[in-house]
């Protein structure tokens, strides 16, 4: 069947969490993660897995976790401590099908696999996510299909294109 579809807004998401959660965080130096971390950041404690882009929130109480996905299994009881899982970290351009696949599919995958029962997984995809798409398109549907797949809690969330003030960022 079609997937259900509920508008989600960032007040929405920081509006479930409260003082005594953790919230694990990738992706989070993007236009969006960099909102949602403000919005998040007064409610709960934050672990942020950090890649390519420093995440700077001045005032933001924000543990670091540096080499983002590639090196999360040196993190797993950090990951495992938290309540929720909110994973936003992807490739969006790329020229290689192999980057947007290691990256959007089997680095979900990793990160999946270091995670408990009980937590909730919010996965940030794509309008474009289909078994018919795409190189980022597919890698982002097989994606999906994992955090189905995978036993756990989960929502997906399927955004449309998202402009940032970053360049190179979409």
């Not at 007040?11 to 953790?22: E, M």
């Not at 950041?41 to 109480?61: I, S, T, W």
């Amino acid at each position: 069947g079609q997937p259900h579809r509920i508008p989600v807004s960032q007040p929405a998401l920081a509006t479930r969490v409260n003082a005594t959660d953790t919230v694990f965080v990738t992706g989070g130096s993007s236009a969006l993660g960099l909102g949602i971390l403000s919005a998040l950041a007064p409610k709960c404690r934050l672990l942020v897995a950090v890649h390519r882009r420093p995440v700077n929130l001045p005032g933001v109480k924000l543990e670091l976790l540096p080499d983002g996905l590639e090196r999360c299994s040196e993190y797993a009881a950090r990951i495992q401590s938290a309540r929720v899982i909110l994973h936003m970290a992807a490739v969006t351009h790329s020229d290689s099908q192999a980057k947007y696949h290691f990256v959007n599919r089997e680095l979900t995958k990793r990160l999946l696999s270091l995670c408990r029962p009980g937590q909730h997984f919010i996965y940030v995809s794509s309008q474009s996510a289909g078994p018919e798409a795409g190189a980022y398109g597919h890698s982002k549907w097989l994606a999906e299909e994992s955090v189905r797949t995978s036993g756990l809690n989960h929502t997906i969330i399927r955004p449309a294109e998202i402009y940032g003030a970053k360049a190179g960022e979409g």
